[in-house]
């Protein structure tokens, strides 16, 4: 039973241009979601959080917005640039316990 | 400098073999965690310890075993009962829950 859903394996986009990353949950107790940035054959990096008493987190280019009735997140990074480029995964958590996954989503930024 | 360190960054493991995988950090984090990742999958959570001396079995734990006697280090053993076990090997850690941050990996292969 998946929990967390990244529907789109791939996207591409142009430098300058908007990313935006989707990803669903079932779990209606999330409180906590993350987006993680890896680089192949790297650990995830941190990018970003918001809990579920916001419906937006920013930082920098990055902006995370939260819709808890539709369950779904979104990861937007403005503008793209080429190192920009990874497998984003978003992740979930119950009271900041042990995280739950999406399958990732490759973002190729052309310059 | 803080951070989480993993050794060694390839492993290979013959038939029948117990290896065991080094994770070490210096962040005075609480808790640290055990992920695998095959390749277009999310990262999959195997063990995890909130406290020195206490450990529990994630969602794919059948054929690994760990330990958690120091709070800087969670070393993880792949025994010969994982059938599966190539895989890109991932440690975090997380001051008491929320954010995860992680080492670098350790790749598995199988001769």
């Known amino acids: 039973d998946q929990q967390v859903k990244q529907n789109s394996p791939s996207l591409s986009v142009q430098e300058g241009r908007i990313s935006i990353l989707n990803c669903d949950y079932t779990?209606?107790?999330?409180?906590?979601f993350l987006w993680y940035k890896k680089y192949p054959a790297e650990g995830p990096t941190f990018l970003i959080s918001?809990?579920?008493?916001?419906d937006k987190n920013e930082d920098g280019r990055f902006t995370v917005f939260l819709n808890k009735s539709a369950k779904h997140l979104s990861l937007h990074i403005v503008p793209s640039q080429p190192g920009d480029s990874a497998v984003y995964f978003c992740?979930?958590?119950?009271?900041?316990?042990?995280?739950?996954f999406g399958a990732g989503t490759i973002l190729r930024v052309k310059s | 400098d803080g951070g989480i360190t993993q050794s060694p960054k390839y492993l290979f493991r013959k038939e029948g073999q117990n290896v065991t995988l080094s994770c070490e950090q210096n962040?005075?984090?609480?808790?640290m965690y055990w992920y695998r990742q095959d390749p277009g999958q999310g990262l999959r959570l195997i063990y995890y310890s909130q406290i020195v001396n206490d450990f529990q079995k994630g969602d794919i734990a059948e054929g690994y075993s760990v330990s958690r006697e120091k709070k800087e280090s969670f070393p993880l053993t792949v025994t010969s009962a994982q059938k599966n076990p190539t895989a890109f090997y991932l440690c975090a850690s997380s001051p008491a829950g929320w954010t995860q941050y992680f080492g670098p990996g350790t790749r598995l292969l199988v001769l």
């Open positions: 779990n209606s107790m999330f409180d906590y």
């Open positions: 918001i809990s579920s008493i916001k």
């Open positions: 992740a979930a958590s119950v009271y900041g316990n042990k995280l739950v």
């Open positions: 962040l005075n984090h609480d808790a």
